[in-house]
């Protein structure tokens, strides 16, 4: 036995009983102290979030609209997300491709996603390139021009995608699930179906964006190091 054993045996031995009827001590929580927030509201009804945060030269915004994967009738299941996924795939002036390359040259990302109750977009930017970030931003809400291509291309990946899920049981389960929990609710539709994807199509997607992103009751969350002076150079 080593001699570092054999003081490890000694200390375990001289140390007190521990009484495990009691739990442990837990030294009390430490102030938690946020940056500055400021709020206001545009006069298109869009709410505005700003916290100054300036311990690292980064930026993110999140855009998010009411009304996502629950605001779409069941037979067209899936909509919501396809929309947001097609957002980023293309504008009046950019195809899918030059939006990802003009992403890349902020040093940020750009993307977005559907919930139940919203739609929303992602973008983060080094604080330099925050003016590109936001310019990009507002032009893929603002624009978006749901190529064919891209929706078409869209419809296969979600056959694909909801094949492979139905080969997981806890996808089953979880449509099941919610299925027989908010039984006649939005909720309880989680995943497409066949029909509702061979549903899916350009004008459907359009008529979903123009009804579903729009500027009153939506919120604009930034975070980072910039100014509301900053902010208002933005489109």
Do not use: C
């Not at 855009?63 to 605001?71: D, H, M, Q, R, Y």
């Not at 919501?80 to 902020?106: N, V, Y």
């Not at 419809?155 to 027989?180: H, I, P, Q, T, W």
Request: without cysteine; hydrophobic residues 50%; aromatic residues 6%.
């Amino acid at each position: 036995m080593t001699a570092s054993l054999v003081l490890l045996a000694a200390a375990l031995a001289a140390a007190a009983p521990v009484d495990m009827s009691r739990p442990p001590e837990v030294a009390p929580m430490r102030a938690v102290k946020l940056p500055p927030r400021q709020e206001w509201k545009l006069r298109n009804g869009m709410t505005v979030v700003l916290v100054e945060d300036k311990r690292v030269p980064l930026v993110t915004a999140r855009l998010a609209f009411s009304g996502g994967e629950a605001a779409v009738p069941a037979e067209d299941a899936g909509l919501a997300e396809a929309l947001a996924e097609l957002l980023t795939d293309g504008t009046a002036k950019k195809s899918s491709k030059e939006i990802a390359e003009a992403a890349e040259l902020f040093g940020g990302s750009l993307s977005a996603g559907a919930e139940p109750d919203m739609i929303v977009l992602h973008a983060s930017a080094l604080a330099d390139k925050a003016d590109a970030m936001a310019s990009l931003l507002a032009e893929v809400a603002r624009s978006p021009s749901f190529p064919e291509a891209e929706v078409a291309l869209r419809r296969a990946n979600m056959k694909e995608e909801l094949a492979a899920s139905r080969a997981e049981s806890d996808f089953l389960a979880g449509v099941a699930f919610y299925k027989k929990m908010f039984a006649g609710h939005p909720y309880s539709v989680t995943a497409p179906t066949d029909a509702s994807i061979e549903r899916l199509d350009r004008a459907r997607v359009a008529a979903a964006y123009r009804r579903l992103l729009t500027p009153s009751g939506a919120l604009l969350v930034l975070v980072g190091d910039l100014s509301r002076r900053d902010w208002r150079r933005w489109p």
